[in-house]
């Protein structure tokens, strides 16, 4: 017997076709599970992709249902597992449980503990902090050379259709965003070593799990320099207390402990400039909805913070 809540209709993401027609156990026999399986839609894109939480008797794991090849990721999970990052008192990652290409699913272990995000939002900014400051220590020693090349050149490649998106949605906020890809342009850092980066780095991704940080969602991962992981971060942090001003003092603890933990890691210019780029991306998303004048509010505060970041980085 299965429960499973509604699940969406989606043509475009053949595993919750396969889940719905024969349940999780008959979709991913890999997986042997026995008994009842409880799901739940955790978070859903419609046309292309959701995240699945399953629990079955004691097991508790992710699928992440695509539409899209996800080998690469698939991959990843691979390597990481082999660099031990699976078992990591410093780093970890979820475990893949298994991995059905033709269904574009991947299935990973469930990591339990509280966001970064959270622990900001529950007076712990210093511990935020910390976690992802260990991460950009752990990261410089990985092996794992996988992934595109991600920095400044991705960036501002990804920047101009940030912009057109806001132009078309908004004239006003295209005039503010042209501006600050002009600086970010202008400002364009010279970038350290490339290293494995997870991508999108948000505060929502980085876990406590007790004994250190465990990073999820590594669809966006590739090659870069530290600041790119740590400035996406920080953003997102700031995008925070844009939301809730009663966060403020715990966004700048969690930014201070991450630096003092990084010491001589990040280079403060780079950071600044990556912050910037992620800032424009926060924007270019609250257009993604019709736009009302909270979110262009909200957008036009991400791209002022943004532009005061280009300042730093010039
Ligand atoms: N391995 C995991 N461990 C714990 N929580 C997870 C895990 N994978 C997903 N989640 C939860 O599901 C949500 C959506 O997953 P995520 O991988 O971020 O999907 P998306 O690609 O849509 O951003 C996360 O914000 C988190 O709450
Ligand atoms: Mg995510």
């Known amino acids: 017997m299965q429960t ?15 889940i719905r027609a024969s349940g ?3 979709a991913i026999p890999a997986l042997a ?5 409880e ?5 859903y894109h419609p046309g292309s992709r959701a995240t699945l939480e399953a629990r079955a008797g004691d097991r508790h794991f992710a699928l992440k249902a695509y539409a899209e090849d996800q080998a690469a990721e698939a991959v990843l999970y691979e390597a990481l597992a082999d660099s031990g990052l699976e078992r990591d008192a410093e780093v970890r990652v979820p475990p893949l449980l298994a991995w059905e290409r033709d269904l574009r699913v991947l299935v990973i272990g469930w990591l339990e503990g509280p966001t970064a995000q959270e622990l900001v939002e529950n007076g712990q900014g210093k511990r935020a902090g910390e976690l992802t400051a260990r991460w950009v220590r752990r990261a410089p020693s990985l092996k794992v050379k996988l992934g595109p090349p991600l920095g400044a050149v991705r960036r501002l490649e990804q920047a101009r259709k940030w912009v057109a998106a806001l132009d078309a949605a908004d004239p006003a906020l295209g005039t503010v965003a042209t501006e600050l890809a002009r600086r970010l342009v202008g400002t364009q850092p010279k970038e350290g070593a490339p290293r494995l980066v997870h ?11 007790g004994e250190g940080p465990g990073l999820f969602d590594w669809q966006k991962f590739g090659q870069g320099p530290a600041e790119f992981d740590a400035g996406i971060f920080l953003a997102t942090l700031w995008r925070l207390k844009l939301l809730r001003e009663s966060v403020a003092g715990e966004v700048a603890r969690a930014e201070e402990a991450l630096l003092a933990e990084t010491d001589g890691l990040l280079d403060l210019r780079a950071l ?15 257009t993604r909805r019709q736009i009302d004048d909270e979110r262009r509010a909200r957008a036009h505060a991400l791209l002022e913070r943004a532009a005061r970041l280009t300042e730093a980085a010039g």
């Open 4 to 18: 499973t809540t509604e699940l969406p209709d989606d043509p475009a993401l053949p595993a919750l076709e396969a």
């Open 272 to 286: 600044a400039w990556h912050q910037a780029a992620t800032l424009l991306r926060l924007a270019r998303k609250l």
């Open 33 to 37: 599970l026995e008994g009842p399986v």
């Open 39 to 43: 799901l739940h839609v955790r978070r």
């Open 199 to 209: 991508g999108s780095l948000y505060a929502h991704h980085v876990l406590d799990l």
């Open 24 to 26: 999780l156990s008959g």
